[in-house]
């Protein structure tokens, strides 16, 4: 087996991990569980993470032995993402592992079609960094994000770098996220002006190659008349 057959094996049992990651997750943060239910989310988040972590193993395993160096230091973010949520106070990296499955997965499938794949980027970008930053600040002295709500209010003026500043993270965490939460909307709004960018050249390209071509038929229908008019004056001549 290579890994373009075990990518296309995973792909789908993947993707429900990572759903039933972001649920499990979202449901121990929004509900700040305790006692067994926290011990029910926390399972099946490991157990999920654990599948992230059994397929970057079997990607390294699987790529050409002559390759298999040049992958694994070509690919030392995705072991960062997969091994450093294991450390307590880097827990909330493991959505961060959650994004990059996503994104080589589902992102993959939706990439061609840029409004879906920048609505729901942009989506779950604000719906995890809610979640992360909720994690992180809520119980923390002098916080002001200690609601979900709060939380998602924070993530929509961060994101677009709006920044009222009536919420503002006061952990280490949070401002990390709130770092990476304004890269991750400064690189969408960076692919939608591209995008928008692209139509319009590609617009102007047509509007000029039709241009082009109807005044290279026109030049050839002048030409036309032209050899007609010196035919009819050649055989006016000869009479």
Request: glycine content about 6%; charged content about 15%; cysteine-free.
């Amino acid at each position: 087996m290579d890994q373009a057959r075990w990518g296309r094996l995973t792909e789908w049992p993947l993707i429900i991990a990572s759903v039933l990651f972001l649920v499990a997750y979202a449901w121990e943060v929004i509900a700040n569980l305790q006692g067994p239910e926290l011990e029910i989310a926390e399972t099946v988040i490991w157990i999920t993470w654990a599948l992230f972590l059994v397929d970057y193993l079997a990607n390294l395993i699987l790529a050409e032995p002559h390759r298999r160096w040049r992958w694994f230091y070509t690919h030392l973010f995705d072991l960062a993402v997969v091994v450093l949520p294991m450390l307590r106070p880097l827990r909330v990296l493991r959505l961060v592992t959650l994004l990059t499955v996503l994104q080589r997965t589902v992102g993959a499938a939706i990439r061609g079609r840029i409004i879906l794949y920048v609505a729901s980027a942009a989506t779950l970008l604000v719906f995890v960094a809610s979640l992360a930053v909720l994690d992180s600040e809520r119980g923390a002295p002098g916080a002001t994000i200690t609601t979900f709500g709060d939380a998602i209010w924070w993530a929509f003026v961060t994101m677009t770098t709006v920044g009222y500043g009536d919420y503002t993270p006061v952990t280490a965490d949070g401002r990390l996220i709130a770092v990476g939460l304004m890269l991750g909307g400064i690189a969408l709004l960076g692919v939608v002006t591209a995008t928008l960018a692209s139509w319009i050249v590609e617009q102007v390209s047509a509007e000029g190659v039709q241009k082009q071509a109807a005044t290279v038929a026109h030049v050839k229908a002048l030409e036309q008349k032209i050899d007609d008019l010196q035919e009819l004056v050649r055989s006016a001549v000869q009479r």
